[in-house]
């Protein structure tokens, strides 16, 4: 086994050479293109840029040709305009010699003389321009000429530099295609010689296996046994937090139901008083009970049943409505009217009666009310009752001002003269006119009170039993853990018994 490791280290080694020889191979072929590449791009750039220069220096030229054209037509008008100057100064010369009767014609040509040496005279300076235009214009030809001569040997130069490039990349190519031809060897020898030692490796391998099978064997087993032990204490610690949390679930399960039979019993109670009408005197008990068995149509109930209040206010609208809760609320006069001869005839007592089709009241319209220290509210917008009633308790509560203290009381009172009632939210009264009421609280302020308890028992309830009714789930999910947690204690001890069998069969057998 020495040897073939040997050889394949060496191989390896082999191998590792002509991948790094045919990296270096690729590099630099991928390098020699790079640069043929580049110089071809900046070959096209001075070819461009040559017949840029080109263009320029045609350009120049044909300027320059139009300017010197232009000098000759210059010269050849000046030519002209002096010899027209000196024929007209022969002319005059002969007019003058014969006498004054050629005055007129001699000043007509002087005239003429003058305004041709004016004209000249410009044609002179015109020329001068061209001249020196025809200057500039050969001096940027020649610049362009030459600035086309020097690019002409830089196209030149890159030229060769592209056939060098050329020359290196054909090189670096010979050089990759011979690396990698060395690589495909070596990794063929590589591959041929890792066969033959895995061969050796897997023989030794299944002659050493064969020697170490009986320990693994026994290891194994040992190991399974500690697994087993494991096991059955992971399930013995789950299966005391499944008893745990069942034992908290029922727990629970009986404060719920506990509270259930409070709440019960609360609703029930309140819901009997309500319906024996506990706290109304005996006439308003019978007109009610006659009502809710049909016997007589029109009533809509007691004012304490068809009002409701929140409970921070409560106390103060039973205090504003006083013995009013117990008044009846009719439909018309007539309902009204046969219940006070129900009560006449059978001597039963006396009720107040309010139809609807009759009460009227207004509601307080006092100017910056709300701006008041203490404030609240008025009293018939701080609670609830059918549309229908509302004229009913606009003339009980339409003209009461609920206030935070007695001192908010007092100090409203003075400052609107006594013109209405103000109710402090503990009950104290301070009426229209001055006189004040305080103190306990009476019997039937508990009227509201108790409607408020009866809804909020019956909410408390409600939502009890969807509380209930959800942790019979998680009561029902806890016993399940705990059955599944004794099943599987009891399957982790049955696979431990097995595994003490197992080593003990192993051991037996390597004695």
Known sequence: MGIWGRQLQALKKAAEKAEVDLKIGLFMLEEARSSLDKLYE??????NAAGQATIAAEK???ARDTAEANRSKEESEQ?????SIQHHETRIQELMATGAKREERILELDRQKKERENLLSDKTKRHGQLSDELDA???KALEAATHLEDLEAKAEGLAAMAALARQNASEAKARAQAAQDATVEAKSRLEEGSEAAQKAAERLAQEKAEQEALAKQIDKAQEELQAAKNIVSGYGLRLQSAEKKAEAAQNEEYRLLVEENALVSKVSMLSELAREYEGYSAAVKSVMKLSKAGRLPGVLGTVGE???????VALAIETALGAAL???VTNTEETARDAISYL????????????ISAVRGNILSEQGLENEAGFVGVAVELCSFPQETKGVFASLLGRTVIVERMNDAIALARKRGHRFRIVTLDGQVINAGGSMTGGAAGRQTGILTRANELKEASAKLAKLRAEKQKHGQVLAEANRLLTAAKYEKEQAEAELRAAEDTLLS??????
Not at 344 to 355: C, M
Not at 506 to 511: E, V
């Open 42 to 47: 900046e070959g096209q750039a001075l070819q």
């Open 60 to 62: 120049a030229r044909s």
């Open 79 to 83: 030519a002209v305009l002096s010899v």
């Open 137 to 139: 214009l050969t001096k």
């Open 306 to 312: 068809l009002v409701h209040a929140e409970n921070h």
């Open 326 to 328: 117990q008044n009846i």
């Open 344 to 355: 006449k005839e059978r001597n039963i007592g006396r009720a107040t009666f309010l139809p």
């Open 506 to 511: 192993l051991k037996t057998a390597a004695a």
